[in-house]
């Protein structure tokens, strides 16, 4: 997984808007990969070790910014999923898993 575009609430502890990757289906601090994403700067792609990668998008909907641009490849089927999720509200929350790509 990686990120083609991030512009989120910059804070130094990510602490009001963020994008947050576990390894895994479960959201458990164990399974957090890296730190907690926000600013402008996207971090290096990611690799999951369990084939699945639960990503929450949090905000406090305080202060907007337009998002983030994230894909998804799969080596099994080099699938390619690309969206772009704008600051809402909510949190929302994506599993991609190799199964269901």
């Known amino acids: 997984m990686g990120f ?3 512009d989120i609430e910059p804070d ?3 602490s009001y808007d963020y994008v947050a990757i576990y390894d895994g ?3 458990d601090d164990r399974h957090l990969v890296g730190n907690r994403v926000c600013g402008t700067v996207p971090p290096d792609p990611i690799s999951s070790a369990s084939g699945s990668l639960l990503v929450r998008f949090v905000t406090d909907g305080s202060v907007r910014h337009p998002g983030f641009r994230a894909y998804f490849l799969s ?3 080099m699938s390619y999923f690309s969206n ?3 600051t809402l509200h ?3 929350v994506f599993l991609f898993n ?3 790509v």
């Open 4 to 6: 083609t575009y991030l």
């Open 12 to 14: 130094d502890y990510c």
């Open 25 to 27: 289906d479960v959201e």
């Open 75 to 77: 080596k099994e089927c």
């Open 84 to 86: 772009t999720f704008l």
């Open 90 to 92: 909510k949190s929302l």
């Open 98 to 100: 190799k199964d269901l």
